[in-house]
């Protein structure tokens, strides 16, 4: 008997890893899948210290960006279709990389081909640089031949996601500024230029207008009471972190997102964006369609994909058409089913699926742009609302006492 760690996905979506003895690696498979898990890693136990070893490379050297990680892609697809052996692919790009991390790692995985594993196999050793999704199609490219092809369509999938973050990053900058400013400028007025003008205002009582009794109050709230606000805030993070904290919440936090005003529209395209992407990646790569629907959906990044995916994938197997199910799932837009029902017809389903994930990436350009532009506008007038209604609340009760006086 021999004893095999494993990665495995529960029904509820959540990870779990542990150990189980069997005496092939086919047969602790099977005794995990019996549980209803969907096994997603799994390897003998002797190779668990050598990933222990092996994830420590990052925490040694440093942590690898998105962007040195596309490019270790892109130079193996680059290098292995300019004819080159594997094991020479790799150890040009640990002669190249950067990174030091990313050299280590790819010199590691150079002494493991070279000792008769695949490419996919030494890699998958590192599974927070390179998570399964990225494995798989690996191991499906050197399966059918296609290295180059999918290692090019990996890498293209990588740059597309650091581009993506990239704008998203950078049509944010401004945004947050201007948010930061205003929340500046209301902390400022509130514990220390109000609380000087606050003594003015003492003997007038009942007398003070309706806005200047809530600026005071809001004043000795924020200078005298602050605990209550940290203690607020600290309630509402333990709350929110209990409320995700269960496969429930993580459902229902994510549904939301999907359902807010303006945003949620925006990062529903996104979503089924970066799942079409996937898809058509494995696919192209030789996944296996279950498989692929199953990593896609966990790639998406949101529970209610995830478990729809978990859906089309049920029907799939009981015989379904892919785009019937996505339709009878219900979170897959009508974009998205009815290419892939073209693609089903013309046996081009990783085409199709690329030319949705392009038309949803232009619209989501459009779509952050379009938040981008609502939002700077909406800070500027509530800052300079705020500051009308502190100069209101102070010149009010001055002009009521100066038209007493007279």
């Given at each position: 008997m021999t004893t095999f760690s494993y990665v495995a996905l529960e029904p509820s979506g959540q990870r779990k890893s542990g150990f189980v003895d069997a005496a092939t690696k086919e047969a602790a498979i099977a005794a995990v899948s019996t549980a209803g898990r969907f096994v997603l890693e799994i390897k003998e136990e002797s190779g668990r210290k050598t990933k222990g070893m092996t994830s420590d490379v990052s925490k040694r050297k440093g942590k690898v960006s998105r962007g040195e990680l596309a490019l270790f892609s892109r130079r193996m697809a680059d290098l292995s279709e300019a004819g080159l052996p594997l094991d020479r692919v790799l150890q040009v790009v640990a002669e190249q990389s950067?990174?030091?991390?990313?050299?280590e790692i790819a010199a590691n995985a150079l002494k493991e081909v070279r000792g008769g594993k695949p490419v996919s196999d030494a890699l998958a050793a590192y599974p927070k640089l390179f998570p399964t999704v990225y494995t798989q199609t690996l191991r499906a490219g050197e399966t059918s031949g296609q290295f180059p092809e999918v290692t090019g369509r990996l890498a293209e999938f990588q740059e597309n996601e650091v581009a993506r973050r990239s704008q998203v990053v950078s049509a944010l900058i401004y945004p947050t500024i201007l948010g930061l400013t205003a929340i500046f400028v209301v902390i400022f007025l509130l514990t220390f230029v109000v609380p000087r003008l606050s003594g003015v205002f003492e003997g007038m009582g009942d007398q003070l207008p309706a806005s200047t009794k809530l600026l005071l109050a809001s004043t000795d709230l924020l200078t005298k009471q602050w605990y209550v606000i940290v203690g607020v805030l600290v309630a509402a993070i333990i709350g929110y972190r209990m409320w995700v904290s269960t496969p429930a919440g993580l459902v229902q936090r994510d549904a939301l997102i999907l359902k807010a005003p303006v945003l949620g529209s925006v990062i529903r395209k996104a979503t089924v964006s970066r799942f079409a992407r996937v898809l058509s990646t494995l696919l192209f790569g030789g996944v296996p369609i279950l498989n692929a629907l199953e990593l896609s959906g966990l790639a998406a990044g949101n529970r209610v994909f995830l478990i729809s995916a978990k859906q089309v994938e049920t029907e799939v197997r009981e015989g379904v058409a892919i785009a019937q199910a996505m339709r009878d799932a219900g979170a897959?837009?009508?974009?998205?089913?009815?290419?892939?029902?073209?693609?089903?017809?013309?046996?081009?389903?990783?085409?199709?699926?690329?030319?949705?994930?392009?038309?949803?990436?232009?619209?989501?350009?459009?779509?952050?742009?379009?938040?981008?532009?609502?939002?700077?506008?909406?800070?500027?007038?509530?800052?300079?609302?705020?500051?009308?209604?502190?100069?209101?609340?102070?010149?009010?009760?001055?002009?009521?006492?100066?038209?007493?006086?007279?």
């Open positions: 950067e990174s030091q991390t990313l050299t897959f837009p009508p974009v998205l089913t009815h290419m892939v029902a073209i693609g089903e017809e013309t046996g081009d389903l990783p085409k199709m699926l690329g030319r949705v994930a392009d038309s949803l990436d232009f619209e989501v350009d459009n779509g952050m742009r379009r938040l981008t532009a609502m939002v700077e506008p909406i800070i500027v007038l509530f800052m300079g609302s705020f500051v009308g209604f502190v100069v209101l609340s102070v010149l009010l009760p001055i002009y009521a006492a100066q038209n007493q006086i007279k």
